[in-house]
């Protein structure tokens, strides 16, 4: 039929029907699609502990496994009636952020089995909508695709309101806590928090992480925590560690003082965030905080809260040693280390303390409950900084600096530079005094000797020795200290 004689609406059922078939074909696309799920991780213990004090097992090699290539479990697809995917947060708190990565700010925390409607996706994030319309970033490690209690889930999709789990209501919980426990001045509560504002931007942070990505290395990539027997997972911050890690971190800023380099801090927080990026704890914003302090020593809290001091930089010949270090204590957080005990403690303190709006109808009982978990709460936290003072078992040495060059060599780093930071403290250390309360006890020239053969065991088994080690970058950030 010649087109001039179809008429309009010959034409219009014809669009309608191509229009139709277009949306069925979708629809059918959309249906097979897979929501990612992962399983919740058990108790693990807390991380607390120093880098001069860690050791590994000497001469016993471990087998490191690469990293097999991982897709996305298939599972049944959630879907609303308007056909919209629907994901349930897994956690007792879950961050959802302003963009995809864990240095963009917190728009949210949400509880256990929050129901999310999924509105893009990305490289392990998913950008979600809450039931009250505010929208975020939430990683895949909080998600499941179905809720663990659907009462609850059904609830808080009726009644959520944000209310105290906005980024100023949660922000607000962990600094009164904070404040309280850290038995100082409002301004070193105030610097944990306003050090942990990462203030670099995305295209900050990706040309930071070129140079390493051109290094080369065949380890980038390739491992993982698990991989090496040592984590069966990703690290799940719990909203009572992260009140215990503040209120220890402004104790400490307290008695040592922060290094007045915020440039220098966002030097090493860069570091800090490209090997957690890499790791199967990319959700989790560690801070790193630069203690005036020339001793050598280095040491991280529960929540993710890592301290160096300025002589340990000092210290450091290149980037990939200070990386070393970090990913140590990144180690020591993400394993739990020294505070099994605790950990079980901390476990049993309630999240939904931080969400009690949605138990309005049990008031008076909450209340005098909320009461008996706050004392439990300080009563782990004085505890933990005890501990956190003090001498650390060598076993926790042993699995910290494993996992320093497994972090450090999977972000792209050379993994041999465990070797040689260990070497160079070992020696400074031999020929200084022992350091007073705050700091660690120095292990004497055996026990470094164990460490450096242990970890060059490891190191054997699995891993090259390429990797980026950036001694004009480092020299040149770090030139005001030297």
């Given at each position: 039929?010649?087109?001039?004689?179809?008429?309009?609406?010959?034409?219009?059922?014809?669009?309608?029907?191509?229009?139709?078939?277009n949306?069925?074909?979708?629809?059918?696309?959309?249906?097979?699609?897979?929501?990612?799920?992962?399983?919740?991780?058990?108790?693990?213990?807390?991380?607390?502990?120093?880098?001069?004090?860690?050791?590994?097992?000497?001469?016993?090699?471990?087998?490191?496994?690469?990293?097999?290539?991982?897709?996305?479990?298939?599972?049944?697809?959630?879907?609303?009636s308007?056909?919209?995917?629907?994901?349930y947060?897994?956690?007792?708190?879950?961050?959802?952020?302003?963009?995809?990565?864990?240095?963009?700010?917190?728009?949210?925390?949400?509880?256990?089995?929050?129901?999310?409607?999924?509105?893009?996706?990305?490289?392990?994030?998913?950008?979600?909508?809450?039931?009250?319309?505010?929208?975020?970033?939430?990683?895949?490690?909080?998600?499941?695709?179905?809720?663990?209690?659907?009462?609850?889930?059904?609830?808080?999709?009726?009644?959520?309101?944000?209310?105290?789990?906005?980024?100023?209501?949660?922000?607000?919980?962990?600094?009164g806590?904070?404040?309280?426990?850290?038995?100082?001045?409002?301004?070193?509560?105030?610097?944990?928090?306003?050090?942990?504002?990462?203030?670099?931007?995305?295209?900050?942070?990706?040309?930071?992480?070129?140079?390493?990505?051109?290094?080369?290395?065949?380890?980038?990539?390739?491992?993982?925590?698990?991989s090496?027997?040592?984590?069966?997972?990703?690290?799940?911050?719990?909203?009572?560690?992260?009140?215990?890690?503040?209120?220890?971190?402004?104790?400490i800023?307290?008695?040592?003082?922060?290094?007045?380099?915020?440039?220098l801090?966002?030097?090493?927080?860069l570091?800090?965030?490209?090997?957690?990026?890499?790791?199967e704890?990319?959700?989790?914003?560690?801070?790193?905080?630069?203690?005036?302090?020339?001793?050598?020593?280095?040491?991280?809290?529960?929540?993710?809260?890592i301290?160096?001091?300025?002589?340990?930089?000092?210290?450091?010949?290149?980037?990939?040693?200070l990386?070393?270090?970090?990913?140590?204590e990144?180690?020591?957080?993400?394993?739990?280390?020294?505070?099994?005990?605790?950990?079980?403690?901390?476990?049993k303190?309630?999240?939904?303390?931080?969400?009690?709006?949605?138990?309005?109808?049990?008031?008076d009982?909450?209340?005098?409950?909320?009461?008996?978990?706050?004392?439990?709460?300080?009563?782990?936290?004085?505890?933990?900084?005890?501990?956190c003072?003090?001498?650390?078992?060598?076993?926790?040495?042993?699995?910290?600096?494993?996992?320093?060059?497994?972090?450090?060599?999977?972000?792209?780093?050379?993994p041999?530079?465990?070797?040689r930071?260990?070497?160079?403290?070992?020696?400074?250390?031999?020929?200084?005094?022992?350091?007073?309360?705050?700091?660690?006890?120095?292990?004497?020239?055996?026990?470094?000797?164990?460490?450096?053969?242990?970890?060059?065991?490891?190191?054997?088994?699995?891993?090259?020795?390429s990797?980026?080690?950036?001694?004009?970058?480092?020299?040149?950030?770090t030139?005001?200290?030297?």
């Amino acid at each position: 039929m010649p087109l001039n004689s179809i008429n309009n609406n010959t034409i219009m059922k014809r669009l309608f029907i191509v229009f139709l078939f277009n949306a069925l074909l979708f629809e059918h696309a959309v249906a097979s699609d897979k929501i990612y799920s992962s399983s919740s991780q058990g108790n693990q213990h807390l991380a607390l502990i120093h880098f001069s004090q860690h050791s590994l097992q000497p001469n016993k090699k471990t087998e490191v496994k690469p990293k097999e290539n991982v897709t996305k479990p298939s599972s049944k697809q959630k879907k609303s009636s308007w056909g919209n995917e629907i994901v349930y947060t897994k956690r007792s708190n879950n961050a959802v952020r302003s963009g995809a990565g864990a240095f963009f700010p917190v728009v949210a925390t949400v509880p256990e089995n929050m129901p999310l409607k999924v509105m893009d996706r990305g490289e392990k994030w998913l950008k979600v909508q809450l039931p009250d319309k505010k929208e975020g970033w939430i990683a895949e490690n909080c998600l499941v695709d179905r809720p663990t209690d659907a009462n609850a889930s059904k609830r808080l999709a009726s009644s959520w309101s944000g209310g105290k789990a906005s980024r100023a209501g949660v922000a607000a919980a962990v600094k009164g806590f904070a404040g309280k426990f850290g038995k100082t001045n409002s301004g070193n509560v105030n610097a944990v928090f306003e050090y942990a504002q990462k203030g670099f931007t995305l295209s900050e942070y990706t040309s930071f992480n070129s140079p390493i990505s051109r290094a080369g290395s065949t380890n980038r990539g390739k491992f993982t925590l698990g991989s090496a027997g040592l984590s069966s997972g990703a690290y799940d911050v719990r909203f009572a560690e992260q009140q215990i890690g503040a209120g220890i971190a402004a104790r400490i800023i307290a008695t040592k003082g922060l290094y007045n380099d915020r440039a220098l801090h966002q030097y090493l927080n860069l570091i800090c965030t490209s090997i957690a990026m890499n790791s199967e704890s990319y959700d989790v914003d560690f801070t790193v905080y630069i203690l005036n302090d020339n001793l050598i020593n280095a040491f991280a809290l529960p929540g993710g809260y890592i301290f160096v001091t300025t002589g340990l930089i000092k210290a450091c010949q290149d980037e990939a040693e200070l990386a070393t270090v970090i990913a140590h204590e990144m180690g020591h957080v993400i394993l739990r280390h020294g505070l099994q005990e605790l950990s079980k403690r901390i476990a049993k303190i309630r999240a939904e303390i931080l969400f009690d709006e949605l138990d309005a109808e049990f008031e008076d009982e909450r209340d005098e409950e909320e009461k008996e978990m706050e004392a439990e709460l300080d009563n782990i936290a004085e505890e933990a900084y005890e501990r956190c003072i003090g001498r650390r078992l060598m076993q926790y040495e042993f699995e910290a600096d494993k996992a320093g060059a497994v972090l450090s060599a999977n972000a792209g780093y050379d993994p041999t530079a465990i070797v040689r930071m260990l070497r160079t403290v070992s020696g400074i250390q031999a020929s200084q005094p022992k350091p007073e309360s705050l700091d660690s006890e120095y292990f004497n020239t055996n026990e470094y000797k164990l460490r450096i053969s242990g970890v060059e065991s490891f190191i054997s088994v699995g891993y090259n020795s390429s990797g980026a080690t950036l001694r004009d970058r480092f020299n040149s950030r770090t030139s005001k200290l030297r």
